[in-house]
């Protein structure tokens, strides 16, 4: 549906207020996309401050029969926020209140629109942590990073979003608000609605209050950056640090092509190299300094020219900024980017390190991998220009490829992202058709009438 006739637009505006909804085209614009850039019109914007605003939407979505699409910050990379199907995009903006901050228990209480970096920062000033930590932290949403189960580089010690969301308030596809979960360390009164709802992509409810688990805040850390010629050398060092006994909070994984479009195009200073690990370690001081340490021998061990090393901030800036150059960098390879996520066990790290290179080599595209080694979650980014159709066709029959040796690894298609709508043409390479039908059997309970995101995940 890409237009509303005059009787919703009032319902609309009479259960949010005039301010509240927008069907103006320049104004739609705006929700019509996520990070992977592909645009869908809506036929409205809507802009709820409730739930129970929430739940009167999706009733009259229900009673009209149009789709409701749910939407947090946008920065999604598999078009799980994009309208493809037209209808409303419900927007969590104006949820954007932390409710509050319980030092004594170790929990927060959040609406879905508060930013991720704005929580981590109100609660480090109480001396506690919240780890999830997404790239796009700055301006991501805590309801987009449920919606996903978003991780980032700290996974590999403190787990995912999953690990962190105790309990939710959610309007369900059919308009009940309901509450799931509990605000203690355990819970196992009847089925684990709560994880059913983290990572279904919008598609099962629409979250609007969460319970959060909070841990202390590390009292030191320290960051390494550790140089390789080779590749493969890198690679390898991964599953050698793990092995020795250390437990980092990040361990990051660049390679060359990552680390000549850093040095070509940005000016943060990375050495010339074959491959990169930038390690951080966290705990008291004592602990810190001697993980570092350990951490130092085995990578010089296994074959590191050069081992960088801050424990104070503004060294630890400068280390991160490599990390954070990659992404804005490559744009400047190729226009356009294929950001696949996908994830290995450790011990085959390098193999799929390996097996990319290859397929680069023989398809004739650039790609560059970096990111989560150290849980196995390497982000393939395979650089193409879409106004050359063969070099898109070669892209995407890259993308096939680097899924197939990934799942041939005893891997997953996606560790982060989703699948949304980039990801639905591969789902039979990872799920049979019977686990494929008893989650559409899921979303059919939960929504009957395919109100809720149609067109994410089994399209």
Partial sequence: MHRFDDNIKKALRDILGADNVTFSGDELLCYSYDATGKEFLPAGAAFPATALEVSEVIKLANRFNFPVIPRGAGSGFTGGSTPVRGGLVLSTER??????????????????????????????????????????????TIGGNI???????????????????????????????????????????????????VGSEGTLGIVTKTTLKLIAL?????????????????????????????????????????????????????????????????????????????????????????????????????????????????????PDKLNEDVVVPRSNISALIEGVGVIAEELGVVIASFGHA?????????????????????????????????????????GEHGVGTAKVPYIRMELTEEVIALMKNIKKLFDPNGILNPGKIFN
């Avoid at 787990?159 to 509990?182: A, F, M, N, R, W």
């Avoid at 930038?278 to 570092?292: H, K, N, P, Q, W």
């Avoid at 020219?305 to 960098?329: F, H, M, N, Y």
Wanted: hydrophobic content about 40%; overall charge negative; charged content about 25%.
């Fill in 374 to 414: 150290g849980d196995g979650n390497i982000h393939v980014n395979i650089m193409i220009d879409r106004t050359d159709p063969d070099e898109e066709a070669r892209g995407l029959k890259a993308v096939e490829e680097v899924f197939a040796l990934t799942l041939k690894l005893g891997g997953t298609i996606s």
């Fill in 95 to 140: 949820m954007d209140k932390i409710l509050s901050i319980d030092s004594e228990n170790f929990i927060a209480t959040v609406e879905p629109g508060v930013v991720n970096g704005d929580l981590q920062h109100e609660v480090i000033a109480k001396g506690l942590f919240y780890p999830p930590d997404p790239s796009s932290l700055k301006f991501c």
């Fill in 147 to 197: 919606a996903e189960c978003a991780g980032g580089p700290r996974a590999l010690k403190y787990g995912v979003t999953k690990d962190y969301v105790l309990g939710l308030e959610v309007v369900l596809p059919t308009g009940e608000i309901i509450e799931t979960g509990t605000a203690t360390m355990k819970g196992v009164v009847g089925y684990d609605l709560t994880k059913l709802m």
């Fill in 218 to 334: 590390p009292e030191a850390t320290r960051s390494l950056l550790a140089v390789f010629n080779s590749l493969k050398e890198c690679a390898d060092s991964v599953n050698k640090i793990l092995l020795s006994g250390a437990l980092p909070s990040t361990l990051e994984l660049i390679d060359g092509v990552s680390i000549k479009a850093v040095r070509t195009y940005s000016d943060t200073a990375l050495p010339e190299a074959g491959g990169l690990l930038l390690i951080e370690v966290d705990g008291d001081s004592e602990s810190t300094g001697r993980e570092a340490a350990l951490i130092e021998k085995v990578c010089r061990a296994g074959g590191a020219v050069e081992v960088r090393s801050a424990s104070d901030k503004r060294g630890q800036r400068e280390l991160w900024g490599a990390r954070r150059a990659i992404s804005p960098s490559l744009k400047n390879l190729k």
